[in-house]
């Protein structure tokens, strides 16, 4: 029982960090209807970048400048190459993100090199929290679900209660009446671009002492990010989040607990086979939930395109 | 008579001049390992510590024979096994005698296949595999061959040698296998069930689990099983970023006993652990470095950090291997006859200037030497790695480690 309690709030930081990279995610592919391939790489940037910075004035200076660089950084891409590359089609646009995603991780390998980096959690936060029998739940965590938290109701207000957001969501929809309005809407795209990769980059600042900043640890998140908003469906604030929730706690639980797909197979009247050994089914009836813990998500993608194109909270219809 | 006279001096001069010049060309040794690609920094360090180890052991100190230097070559092999067959074939055309590889024994099995075939088939440009890293048991029992050569400890050693300390325990009851899902994992996980069920037989396991190798995000729920299976310690063969990402998990999250690993040092992983791993994390290697063996092997850290300030001297055996190739080729007078050398090679004893004795084990070509157990720490560290103020100092010795360890071994001599 106790560990229940425990793998929820696991899956909880887990989750909402998810939340965080495709939050921004969702934001850019529902207005430029690109699958930006470099977002993980900008979280990635992120982590970097903050560990340098708090080498020189502290963790808490790169929370705030890291994502900062991050941002200006992403809006540059937009307006000096995605912009450019936008007149050709999407296609083009893809190759784009790609390449840039690629480019980053030779030159993250270039300027810090391929070791691990010694990036690690502030001393201020280095203790644990509390204890759920004997599991310790570091207070780092807890400010993980903070930080990310505040993020969520910060963006959902910003979107749904004020004048820039309405003109983000109008300009989601409708680009050419927006700007027929008098509204700049390529300066939308950027700004929304600058503020996703930002977020990616906040991500990465406050993941990277746990997870671990090191050159494939945006190859590590990257498509995982894609499941997640196709999950959610696009654009939807609020299915980012449920379905990193919902990807969050899928994993842990299915790495916590050694079900044997025998038991299943078993629970529901199939019997095992005598013969293991020669059986062409083997390896089905010998996998374990931890083993297959990471395709979960994957297959709740597949269920949800057959059932629910749109995604949980997908409006978008074509 | 007196034109006679002078020719037979001009020949004889120009033979003696020739020979000489054959005699001073270099002993070139060639690296066939990672130099780009995800495992570029291991392959580069280690080239590193090759070219520092025949500059400091050899070159300096005025070469072998008749002064012959020696030069060591780097070949990237990408760490494909199809790559480095190119790469010595590369190496062979260019007429070196001896090489040298490490990373990944997919590889050294693919390079010792391959050399076997190459000196049976052409006598006159025999060459020699000297294995600095490569553990898999297999390349000194069925697949050994009078060519290769082993200078790190195998797989098996190293866990005969971590249940020896393991199994003297008596606070450790319970014990929890993790690792990657693939050979060397399940490798590893499979040595320790057997040699702690012979060793401690009421020592229970509590967990044997393996891992998807370099794609797990976040290893708290495994971090979660090790702390509610009640274990004592932890072993695991985790390297790279499974390494650091299990290590660091496991410690945050509650676990208070031992993690028994085999590569938790150097490459980063070192200034990462940092504090949190302070007297955590074991480390079986050959060669200890705090405290370091002898004023010699001092010196010869310390010319190398000149050389390399950010850089660590984390495979020691590297120098041994360089060390017994010299007296080797001094032992056999030559560098050319490489049966001569090794045969020279073969039951050689050796004193490491890490400290301890080397003993080339003539049955199946392992080198039998002594291996630390070293903790993870800050106090007592002379040469600490990454630049950080962490390094492994030495707990525990296991003198000449597995000597009498059985080999199926069947060698064919030439």
């Known amino acids: 029982m106790e560990l229940i309690l425990v793998n929820l709030i696991d899956g909880l930081v887990t989750g909402l960090l998810l939340f965080m990279l495709s939050a921004g995610l969702t934001l850019i592919f529902s207005m430029m209807g690109v699958l930006n391939f470099a977002h993980a ?19 808490w200076m790169g929370l705030l400048i890291a994502p900062l660089i991050v941002g200006l950084l992403g809006a540059g891409v937009e307006r000096y190459g995605l912009r450019r590359v936008h007149q050709y089609g999407h296609v083009p646009e893809l190759i784009f993100t790609f390449g840039l995603a690629l480019l980053i991780e030779e030159l993250v390998q270039f300027i810090w090199g391929k070791n691990q980096m010694p990036y690690d959690v502030p001393d201020v936060l280095n203790f644990t929290a509390f204890a759920i029998a004997g599991n310790s739940i570091p207070a780092y965590k807890i400010f ?31 680009p050419r009446t927006v700007e027929a309005l008098g509204h700049n809407v390529p300066l939308i795209f950027m700004g929304v671009f600058g503020v996703g990769t930002a977020l990616a980059g906040v991500a990465g600042v406050i993941a990277g002492p746990v997870l671990g900043t090191f050159p494939g640890m945006a190859f590590v998140l990257g498509s995982i990010v894609f499941v997640t908003i196709v999950i959610g469906g696009l654009g939807s604030l609020w299915g980012a989040l449920v379905a990193s929730l919902l990807i969050g706690w899928i994993t842990t639980f299915a790495k916590s607990y050694n079900i044997a797909m025998s038991d299943i197979l078993n629970g529901i009247g199939i019997s095992t086979p005598e013969n293991m050994s020669e059986h062409p089914l083997r390896d089905l009836w010998t996998v374990t939930s931890p083993q297959i813990a990471d395709i979960l998500p994957y297959i709740l993608m597949v269920l949800i395109l057959i059932f629910r194109p749109a995604g949980l909270f997908g409006k978008r219809e074509s | 008579m007196k034109k006679i006279t002078k020719l037979g001096a001009v020949s004889a001069l120009s033979l003696i001049i020739g020979a000489t010049a054959a005699f001073a060309e270099d002993i070139k040794i060639a690296f066939i390992d990672p130099l780009s690609g995800p495992f570029a920094s291991t392959g580069t360090n280690g080239l590193h510590q090759f070219e520092h180890a025949v500059d400091f052991m050899v070159n300096d100190e005025g070469g072998v024979l008749d002064g012959q230097t020696m030069e060591v070559v780097g070949f990237d092999n990408k760490i494909s096994p199809k790559e480095s067959l190119i790469q010595l074939q590369v190496a062979i055309d260019q007429g070196i005698r001896y090489i040298v590889q490490g990373n990944s024994s997919g590889v050294a099995n693919a390079l010792t296949e391959a050399i076997d075939k190459h000196n049976r088939r052409n006598p006159d440009s025999r060459v020699l595999f000297l294995n600095y890293a490569a553990v898999d ?21 190293k866990m005969d040698a971590l249940t020896d300390v393991i199994a003297a325990d008596d606070s450790i009851k319970k014990v929890y296998i993790i690792g990657q899902d693939y050979s060397f994992g399940k490798a590893v996980s499979a040595a ?21 190798i370099g794609k797990v995000k976040d290893f708290t729920p495994y971090a979660r099983k090790v702390v509610a299976s009640g274990a004592d310690a932890v072993i695991t063969g985790n390297w790279g970023s499974d390494m650091l990402g299990l290590g660091k998990s496991i410690i945050e999250n509650g676990f208070e006993g031992p993690i028994y690993t085999y590569y938790a040092a150097g490459s980063g992983m070192t200034a990462a652990f940092g504090d949190s791993a302070k007297d955590r994390i074991r480390l079986i290697s050959q060669g200890a470095i705090n405290p370091i063996g002898s004023d010699r092997a ?14 660590n001297i984390d495979q020691s055996r590297i120098y041994n291997t360089i060390g017994m190739l010299a007296e080797a080729i001094k032992e056999a007078g030559t560098a050319d006859d490489v049966v001569a050398v090794a045969s020279a090679l073969e039951s050689m004893e050796y004193e490491s200037m890490w400290g301890g004795k080397l003993f080339m084990r003539p049955q199946d070509h392992q080198l039998i030497q002594d291996m630390h157990i070293g903790v993870h720490t800050d106090e007592d560290i002379e040469f600490p790695y990454d630049s950080s103020t962490f390094g492994v100092k030495t707990e525990s010795t296991i003198e000449m480690a597995s000597m009498d360890s059985p080999t199926t071994c069947e060698m064919k001599r030439p």
């Open chain 2, 298 to 311: 001092r010196d010869a850290y310390n010319s190398f950090l000149e050389r390399h300030p950010d850089g």
């Open chain 1, 41 to 59: 790489s900008f979280y990635m940037l992120g982590a970097y970048f903050a560990y340098s910075i708090s080498l020189a004035v502290g963790f």
């Open chain 2, 192 to 212: 320790a069930n057997k040699m702690l069920g012979e060793k401690s037989p009421d020592m229970e396991i509590v967990g044997d689990e393996l891992h998807p």
């Open chain 2, 137 to 157: 048991p297999a390349l000194t029992n069925d697949k050994c061959n009078f060519w290769h050569f082993r200078f790190d400890a195998n797989a098996d050693i």
């Open chain 1, 144 to 174: 993980m679900i903070f930080i990310s938290v505040s993020i969520f109701i910060g963006l959902l207000y910003i979107l749904t209660k004020t004048r820039v957001g309405m003109i983000i969501q109008a300009a989601l929809s409708y």
